[in-house]
């Protein structure tokens, strides 16, 4: 939590950081579903915190395109 704490800070101080936590999150949960093939977990953990993500993302300007959470 304080991981997020500190995220959320430095992106509401410098707004462009978070089209960066963006790109974070798609390449570490594509190359994490990519390593563990065989779980289905993997994949719903992305769905739930891009889900999650989105709306903080919505509020800083940082999605890719108005539907990125979606894809």
């Keep these: 939590m304080i991981f997020h704490a ?6 509401f101080t410098f707004r ?5 936590y963006t790109f974070g ?3 570490y949960f594509i190359l ?3 390593k563990k093939t065989n ?7 992305a769905a739930a915190y ?11 300007g940082g999605l890719i395109f ?3 959470g979606k894809y």
């Design 6 to 11: 500190v995220i959320e800070f430095a992106i």
């Design 32 to 34: 994490k579903i990519i």
């Design 39 to 45: 779980n289905p977990l993997i994949i719903l953990q």
């Design 25 to 27: 999150i798609l390449i």
């Design 50 to 60: 891009t889900m999650a993500a989105e709306v903080f993302l919505r509020m800083t």
């Design 66 to 68: 108005y539907e990125t």
């Design 16 to 20: 462009p950081l978070s089209l960066l």
